[in-house]
């Protein structure tokens, strides 16, 4: 009789314990970073040293270097015309600092993973609107 009850209710803690694991987590980075290093079951990785532990890690893209022309306000602005036109510089509104990532998921290149199936994990918590790209690095 107990074994026909466990039988019955450990689909149902499983189910639970997987609910409540994805409440606890959500798209923060640090969230994301710790599902990842416990879904590759990164050996050394402890939660409660994420920081030190952790193998796979999101970066932030890089500021892109701003070029500063004028505003309108401003006096004396000159313009300067020459012969070379390898030099010149023209500014195009609608790319203009449009980056295509957000950010960038780092995983060791001695991981064997599937980028659909990393994919479709991080997008169950990612905010929307927010692109990303994986990399791998050298360990």
């Known amino acids: 009789m107990i ?3 466990n039988s019955i209710a450990s689909p149902l803690v499983k189910i639970y314990e997987e609910t409540l694991y994805k409440m606890q987590h959500d798209g923060r980075t640090i969230y994301l970073e ?11 990785y402890d939660h409660q040293n994420h920081e030190t532990t952790k193998k796979i890690y999101i970066d932030d893209l890089p500021e ?18 020459d012969d070379d036109s390898d030099l010149d510089i023209f500014l195009d509104n609608e790319s ?20 659909d199936r990393i994919r479709a994990l991080v997008d169950t918590y990612r905010y929307f609107g927010k692109k990303y790209k994986i990399e791998t690095y050298i360990l």
Not at 34 to 44: A, Q, S
């Open 96 to 115: 203009e600092n449009v980056v295509s990532y957000s950010w960038i998921i780092f995983i060791p290149d001695t991981y064997i993973f599937q980028e």
């Open 34 to 44: 710790k599902m990842l290093n416990e879904y590759f079951e990164v050996v050394g």
């Open 3 to 5: 074994l026909f009850l």
């Open 64 to 81: 892109p270097e701003k070029l500063y022309i004028w505003q309108d306000e401003e006096e004396g602005v000159s313009f300067l015309e």
